[in-house]
């Protein structure tokens, strides 16, 4: 078992050789930016499956409603605009901010707790959304080009998801120099499509997109300017998915080589020129091209686009490519998610280590990894996989409005962080971070006002709800803390100790029981306990008879005590005896000894009731009683 979680994982690392899992600025691309990237395979087309779900319901019919798919651009343009305020806003935060600047430690250092625990819920919700939603659409992609794998869309994304978690468990240096091939794959084949597209578009003097605009969209009345003006706001909330990922990079500046903010601000400054490039070249060409696409249609507008470019037929070069293209965008995709992977996991590290999650995410893996918030992630987007059936136009409505708490949470703490430095140009820098958490509020407004009744109130009701659920959290353990701290009025006064050794019979682990005990307490302090099922007429048990008159034999010395038991219950009547021991001897401290065998097989122990372990549970609860195990193994084998 062990070799093959070795052969899985790989070697073990001590904690010395954390400088093996720094990573350089290209694996850092590839690990930190697989999810702003790879979002342009579905940003310009959740615009216009908004639009063609919002323009009905506005008042625009025929060419209105198709005329409005052109507005995919200015609403494409208005977020470039807004990436740009982020990426100069988020680059003084990796500055200010060297050990890792996510929206958590910005507004825990400048904000308070309550800001800082709602921006960490917030984004480990979208964490959570990141992975279903990059994961799906990666299916999406594939299934795109072989329709016939349509049904078996779930199925394939739950092995996404494990494959991606297992690849994180081996650690994000080793998971990162594995994904640089779908990271770079697809730039170079969405570059190049864009590259061809605009030749095309250039040589053949297609219409103009702004001709498109004036042919397809007719002059509107006042009501359908105002109509127009809903649309083109739920259109820009919905293509506003395309910046999630962007303060990934922010969030793990610890994972870069040295120096670590200049490299990772390097690496967010490449990102967002790649993403803007990617982003506005699709939607031009798609536009150009007067492509549209609505919601559920089962082919992506990539595709769509691809196959228009390039051709996509049976054979040839166009084939090869359109294959490659979506080949690629499958797989980055699919390990768009390794973005959560990393972050996610560190996020709730921190989290944990202020007491306001579970110690145990705080816990390294044998890879130097923090293996339980990789595992929760994973259960946690493969529920939502198999609720959503894969389809991530279903699961793009909650999407995005976490993530803009952050933006918002984290550029507000920077300002007040700027204020309280008062360092060289802090007007000026905090001027650029309070624009960063003007245009994110902003955007933030838009989008609970527009898709609040499509999902997104899940995500208004959560993140307070989740909140709530980290402050009881840390409330229990600064109560604990509080319980065991130890004062110098503390002192170690003498109790008097009564052994009680719990039977059922006389066996060798009941004598090995009794011997232990032996060693533990004055042999006059030790006194064992059965509990009898008195038979029909009244009278003790057949077996109770007999273990009275073996008794003797064995243990002598060592009185022996029945409990009746008239309900044939083991249990409650031993509670019970054990709560009246305490009241009438307060001044003793009780110990239970409890002899248990151990069978040699994990799968033995289930032909056995687990009473030992019913009474371990509930005597955990109880002040003033100690309880030991005393194993008896029926099969000892040499360790």
């Known amino acids: 078992m062990l070799s093959f979680r070795r052969a899985l994982l790989g070697r073990r690392l001590a904690s010395e050789e954390i400088h093996q899992t720094k990573i350089s600025n290209p694996i850092g691309l590839a690990v930190f930016s697989s999810d702003a990237l790879s979002s342009v395979a579905y940003g310009t087309q959740a615009i216009m499956d908004t639009i063609g779900l919002a323009a009905p319901a506005a008042g625009l019919g025929g060419a209105l409603a198709l005329g409005a798919m052109a507005w995919s651009w200015p609403a494409a343009l208005g977020i470039t605009i807004l990436l740009f305020i982020l990426m100069f806003s988020y680059n003084q935060t990796i500055h200010a901010y060297p050990s890792g600047g996510g929206a958590?430690?910005?507004?825990?250092?400048?904000?308070?707790?309550?800001?800082?625990?709602?921006?960490?819920?917030?984004?480990?919700?979208?964490?959570?959304?990141?992975?279903?939603?990059?994961?799906?659409?990666?299916?999406?992609?594939?299934?795109?080009?072989?329709?016939?794998?349509?049904?078996?869309?779930?199925?394939?994304?739950?092995?996404?998801?494990?494959?991606?978690?297992?690849?994180?468990?081996?650690?994000?240096?080793?998971?990162?120099?594995?994904?640089?091939?779908?990271?770079?794959?697809?730039?170079?084949?969405?570059?190049?499509?864009?590259?061809?597209?605009?030749?095309?578009?250039?040589?053949?003097?297609?219409?103009?997109?702004?001709?498109?605009?004036?042919?397809?969209?007719?002059?509107?009345?006042?009501?359908?300017?105002?109509?127009?003006?809903?649309?083109?706001?739920?259109?820009y909330a919905a293509g506003c998915t395309a910046l999630t990922g962007v303060e990934a990079i922010s969030n793990?500046?610890?994972?870069?080589?040295?120096?670590?903010?200049?490299?990772?601000?390097?690496?967010?400054?490449?990102?967002?020129?790649?993403?803007?490039?990617?982003?506005?070249?699709?939607?031009?060409?798609?536009?150009?091209?007067?492509?549209?696409?609505?919601?559920?249609?089962?082919?992506?507008?990539?595709?769509?686009?691809?196959?228009?470019?390039?051709?996509?037929?049976?054979?040839?070069?166009?084939?090869?490519?359109?294959?490659?293209?979506?080949?690629?965008?499958?797989?980055?995709?699919?390990?768009?998610?390794?973005?959560?992977?990393?972050?996610?996991?560190?996020?709730?590290?921190?989290?944990?280590?202020?007491?306001?999650?579970?110690?145990?995410?705080?816990?390294?893996?044998?890879?130097?990894?923090?293996?339980?918030?990789i595992i929760i992630l994973s259960v946690a987007a493969a529920a939502l996989v198999v609720m959503f059936h894969a389809r991530e136009d279903h699961l793009l409505d909650l999407y995005a409005l976490g993530v803009f708490i952050g933006f918002t949470i984290s550029q507000t703490g920077m300002v007040v962080h700027w204020r309280k430095e008062k360092g060289p140009q802090w007007q000026f820098k905090a001027i650029v971070n309070g624009l960063g958490a003007l245009t994110?509020?902003?955007?933030?407004?838009?989008?609970?006002?527009?898709?609040?009744?499509?999902?997104?109130?899940?995500?208004?009701?959560?993140?307070?709800?989740?909140?709530?659920?980290?402050?009881?959290?840390?409330?229990?353990?600064?109560?604990?803390?509080?319980?065991?701290?130890?004062?110098?009025?503390?002192?170690?006064?003498?109790?008097?100790?009564?052994?009680?050794?719990?039977?059922?019979?006389?066996?060798?682990?009941?004598?090995?029981?009794?011997?232990?005990?032996?060693?533990?307490?004055?042999?006059?302090?030790?006194?064992?306990?059965?509990?009898?099922?008195?038979?029909?007429?009244?009278?003790?048990?057949?077996?109770?008879?007999?273990?009275?008159s073996d008794w003797p034999k064995y243990c002598e010395g060592v009185p022996l005590r029945s409990i009746r038991s008239p309900y044939r219950k083991v249990v409650e009547p031993l509670l019970e005896e054990i709560d009246r021991m305490r009241r009438a001897e307060p001044e003793y401290i009780l110990t239970v000894i409890i002899p248990e065998f151990v069978t040699r097989h994990w799968w033995e122990n289930l032909l056995h009731n687990q009473t030992a372990l019913r009474i371990k549970t509930s005597l955990l609860s109880k002040s003033k009683v100690i309880v030991i195990s005393v194993p008896y193994h029926l099969d000892p084998v040499l360790d």
């Open 104 to 235: 958590y430690l910005v507004a825990k250092d400048n904000l308070g707790e309550v800001s800082a625990q709602t921006a960490g819920a917030s984004l480990l919700i979208d964490y959570i959304l990141t992975v279903a939603v990059s994961v799906s659409a990666g299916i999406s992609a594939i299934t795109s080009a072989f329709p016939v794998l349509q049904p078996h869309r779930v199925g394939l994304a739950l092995l996404v998801i494990a494959f991606i978690a297992m690849m994180n468990l081996r650690g994000v240096k080793e998971s990162g120099a594995f994904f640089a091939v779908p990271t770079y794959g697809f730039v170079l084949c969405i570059l190049t499509l864009i590259g061809i597209g605009l030749f095309k578009a250039w040589v053949h003097s297609d219409q103009e997109l702004i001709e498109v605009v004036q042919h397809q969209v007719p002059s509107l009345s006042i009501t359908g300017k105002l109509a127009g003006i809903w649309l083109f706001a739920r259109a």
């Open 440 to 548: 994110t509020f902003s955007v933030m407004v838009v989008i609970i006002a527009t898709k609040f009744t499509h999902g997104v109130w899940v995500v208004v009701i959560l993140v307070p709800s989740l909140v709530f659920l980290f402050f009881n959290i840390h409330r229990h353990y600064i109560r604990v803390r509080s319980k065991l701290a130890a004062s110098r009025t503390d002192t170690i006064y003498p109790h008097k100790n009564r052994v009680l050794v719990l039977v059922s019979g006389i066996h060798h682990g009941v004598v090995h029981a009794l011997s232990y005990a032996s060693t533990i307490a004055e042999f006059g302090e030790i006194e064992a306990i059965t509990v009898d099922f008195p038979d029909t007429q009244g009278r003790d048990s057949q077996a109770l008879e007999k273990l009275k």
């Open 252 to 373: 793990g500046v610890t994972a870069f080589k040295e120096p670590v903010s200049k490299n990772a601000a390097m690496t967010m400054r490449t990102m967002v020129v790649l993403l803007a490039i990617m982003f506005l070249g699709i939607t031009y060409l798609s536009n150009h091209f007067h492509l549209t696409h609505y919601f559920a249609t089962d082919e992506t507008l990539l595709s769509m686009l691809t196959k228009k470019i390039v051709g996509g037929g049976e054979h040839g070069a166009g084939k090869a490519f359109y294959l490659a293209t979506q080949g690629f965008t499958m797989a980055i995709l699919a390990v768009a998610a390794n973005t959560s992977y990393a972050d996610f996991p560190r996020l709730a590290a921190l989290h944990a280590k202020d007491g306001f999650l579970p110690r145990q995410f705080t816990s390294q893996g044998d890879r130097l990894v923090f293996s339980n918030g």
